[in-house]
């Protein structure tokens, strides 16, 4: 193990950056923040329609994480206008498809960007194709674009049977480089279809997380959801993930620390699509599965970032 340990987090969304980047932040290891880039809603899917970029919602997250620069700066790139031709566009969003746009060059892009936000680490995306991910369901219908997944404007109760990339993405080289010197890699927190399923399923990634000599990580989710994950558990989840990757996590984290019902009904009250809590199974092998609170105190059904740095550093 190199003596700065080296970390590679891979996910999507709001909950790898907050649960994993920002804890790991603030210790001695070094970083590769390697983020899903086929967001097809909001201000990221309106660029991608207008501007066939690589959708830049989900890395935006992930620099504002890692970021040490002023404070004003950090707010700034996580702006989102309320009024006009430019409602619901976030000024990051806006910022990276300029300088993609006018550099014509996606790698110098996000270089540039890793400077100007002085990040001390590396946020790497996990490809520059243009791409969708599309979801099978069970009575064969198709729905193209990670949204839809994530959001599902069919009938929950028809579970989704598969989901594949149209067009097929191909790894960024930086990524998987990083995936292979990394000592440890940790996958999510994040949805399993609409977020992890999108990383592994673009080429070159799972090979190099079942290839690695590093310490494979998954963090399953804390609730699952309408549509896409209904009544799984703990081993659901994990077995979903690996037929993704090809092969089996090295190790497993996972909540112990239910929260009662006014708490969950609480907070599904902004969140419609959470279905319930994710319980384990009585079985679980105990050397690969590490049961523990990483649950956030109060509030939200959401993961403790100092819980899971803990956890994650110790394995």
Known sequence: MSETEKIACLGGGNAMPR???????????EISAICAMLDSGGSSGRLRRDYGIVSPGDIRRAFIALA????????????????????????????ITALNLSTNDGEKTFETINDFLNVSHQVLPVTLDSSHLCAVLEDGRIIEGETNIDIPKHDGSLKIKDVFLRPTARGYPKAINAIYEADKIVLGPGDLFSSLAQILLVEGMADAIRNTDGLTVYVCNLMTKYGETNGFKVSDFTQKAEEFLGGSFDRVIYNTNFPNEERVSEY???????????????????DKFIGADVLVDEGKIIHDSEKLTNIILDL
């Open 68 to 95: 040490n620069t002023s404070p004003i700066i950090e707010e700034l790139f996580d702006y989102r206008f309320d009024a006009g031709e430019l409602q619901g566009h976030n000024f990051a969003n806006l910022f």
């Open 19 to 29: 649960a994993v980047l920002e804890g790991l932040k603030q210790r001695d290891v």
């Open 268 to 286: 599904k009250k902004d969140h419609e699509e959470l279905l319930e809590v994710v319980k384990p199974d009585e079985d679980l092998n105990k």
